[in-house]
């Protein structure tokens, strides 16, 4: 299993059951592949298309918190 939590400035990764923090270049990446993850899911949102849908999956705990996962998904491809 592979989570990753970014939090402005701060970012942890839990892979195996181990948690590390992320910082300094690779929190930078992480950031901006978050962000263009985003910008996708609301550019294919933009027109209407009944290939495309998306929503929130159910939230998962971890460490506590709630953590729901926003899903884009496209009609006819695994997810």
């Known amino acids: ?7 402005r400035d701060k970012g942890w ?4 059951g181990d948690v ?3 910082d300094g270049r690779t929190l930078d990446v992480a950031k901006q592949a978050s962000f263009i993850g985003y910008v996708i899911k609301l550019l294919l949102l933009q027109k209407p298309d009944k290939a495309f849908s998306s929503g929130l999956d159910p939230a998962e705990t971890i460490g506590g918190q709630k953590c729901p996962e926003s ?5 006819g491809r695994p997810h």
């Open 1 to 7: 299993m592979f989570v990753q939590i970014l939090n």
């Open 13 to 16: 990764m839990l892979v195996m």
């Open 71 to 75: 899903r884009l998904i496209m009609s």
């Open 20 to 22: 590390s923090d992320v």
